[in-house]
């Protein structure tokens, strides 16, 4: 397909992404399939595209450079958080050996089982539960990807990751996003910022406001 060519040429691999595996797996996935019919003639363009009041698919450059930080490998347990329609899910589950896509919306998981069977995906499966708390009882995980932009990660969601485990999402402080990779190391967590990013804030991510009196 022209489009996705076009996508991988013009979006990923001029931005630093140099996996060969990442750009297989956008390569053999088509993330028309993901997407609304109405969307389906601009599902390869640069942008987040809304599958849902609030949810979005996340843009291919962005993703691409959160899936190259993170740097699955094929013995990786992977939770993928906010997975929507399942776009992410089915990009993962070419580098890892089982990826747990989270979904709190019913619909988007539905959706997202059926067209991850549609494709064949065997090691991809989508669970229905709310984002913040994670999915405990599938971890712990060597990845963690939150699939949209955050204003803090919640310590519960730190916990589940492997020891030497990785957690890539977009930060917002600020008002500025950033791509962002926290490594565990024992108790210890270590976050750094990567590249600069714009991405719609996933529900229920927000920071807690805090009133002074």
Do not use: W
Request: proline share 5%.
């Amino acid at each position: 397909m022209e489009q996705k060519t076009a996508m991988i040429a013009g979006q990923i691999r001029p931005n630093q992404v140099n996996n060969p595996k990442i750009i297989e797996a956008f390569e053999v996935t088509p993330r028309d399939a993901f997407v609304p019919k109405a969307l389906r003639e601009v599902a390869y363009v640069d942008e987040d595209l809304e599958i849902a009041p609030g949810r979005y698919l996340m843009e291919p450059m962005v993703l691409a450079r959160l899936m190259e930080l993170a740097a699955v490998g094929p013995d990786d347990v992977v939770l993928d958080i906010g997975c929507g329609t399942g776009f992410t899910t089915a990009l993962l589950s070419h580098l890892a050996s089982v990826v747990v896509g989270l979904e709190e919306n019913a619909k988007l998981a539905a959706r997202a089982g059926e067209i991850l069977a549609d494709l064949k995906i065997e090691n991809g499966a989508v669970i229905e539960g709310k984002l913040t708390e994670g999915c405990s009882r599938q971890g712990p995980y060597q990845v963690i990807l939150i699939a949209g932009a955050v204003e803090e990660i919640p310590g519960n969601i730190l916990d589940q990751l492997a020891d030497g485990g990785r957690l890539v999402t977009v930060l917002i402080q600020g008002g500025v996003g950033r791509g962002h990779l926290v490594r565990r190391n024992g108790e210890v967590f270590s976050g750094h910022d990567h590249f600069d990013a714009n991405l719609p804030l996933l529900p229920g991510f927000e920071k807690e406001k805090k009133f002074s009196f």
